[in-house]
């Protein structure tokens, strides 16, 4: 099993960051990749970033050159930097982390969070 926290987000001005954290723990030999999703209600959750064991990253276009996405190994986290924030950025944020074990498992963070006033 994969537990994973999340901490940061909350409000912030259009224009300004905010940094989220997702620490995960338990069973992390075969992750694949880790990530954001977000969802604001009555739209679809949809990916915001991932990063790959490799360090690969990957970005929704919406996000790209405002937000960044790493990882810190000896601690199993992983940091998104979200700067030149705007109000559609406004929605709840998951983290995920992938697995693949006898399948491929997808485990899930309560969710943060993050509203961007304009």
């Known amino acids: 099993q994969v537990q994973l926290v999340e901490s940061g987000g909350g409000v912030a001005q259009a224009g300004g960051s905010l940094r989220l954290s997702c620490a995960a723990a338990?069973?992390?030999?075969?992750?694949?990749?880790m990530g954001w999703q977000r969802q604001d209600p009555g739209k679809e959750r949809e990916l915001v970033a991932l990063?790959?064991?490799?360090?690969?990253?990957t970005y929704v276009d919406s996000v790209k050159g405002r937000f960044i996405i790493s990882r810190d190994g000896a601690k199993n986290t992983v940091y998104l930097e979200m700067n030149s924030l705007k109000p559609e950025d406004t929605a709840v944020y998951y983290c995920?982390?992938?697995?693949?074990?006898?399948?491929?498992?997808?485990?899930w963070g309560q969710g943060t969070q993050v509203t961007v006033s304009g």
């Open positions: 995920y982390l992938r697995a693949s074990m006898l399948k491929i498992n997808t485990y």
């Open positions: 338990g069973r992390l030999r075969n992750w694949m990749d």
């Open positions: 990063i790959t064991r490799d360090d690969a990253s």
